[in-house]
């Protein structure tokens, strides 16, 4: 995972307002759980590549969030 992703969703885990970063921490969390099975489960050459296709999709989005979305450069520009 991306550091500033990383280091947001962290942020978020302590401290998150009712507003757009409470999406960004929900699919943190997602990211966080797909990172952990990929490291530490026995999958399928299949399965884990739809693991790794979904933390794919997770991290763009969140990439996204963190330069477009109005609540999380409000959040950021905060701290």
Same mark, same amino acid.
């Given at each position: +995972? %991306? ?6 969703? %962290? ?7 009712? *507003?757009?970063?409470?999406?960004? &921490? *929900?699919?943190?969390? +997602? ?6 099975? &990929?490291?530490?489960?026995? &999958? ?8 790794? +296709?979904? /933390? ?7 990439? /996204?969030?963190?330069?477009? *979305? ?5 959040? /950021? *520009?905060?701290?």
């Amino acid at each position: +995972m %991306r550091k500033h992703l990383k280091d947001l969703g %962290r942020a978020l885990q302590v401290e998150c307002p009712d *507003n757009d970063c409470r999406i960004f &921490l *929900n699919e943190f969390k +997602m990211l966080q759980g797909i990172e952990d099975d &990929l490291s530490g489960c026995l &999958l399928s050459e299949w399965g884990r590549k739809v693991l790794q +296709m979904e /933390r794919q999709h997770l991290e763009h989005e969140l990439d /996204r969030m963190f330069y477009t *979305n109005y609540a999380i450069r409000q959040y /950021r *520009n905060q701290k």
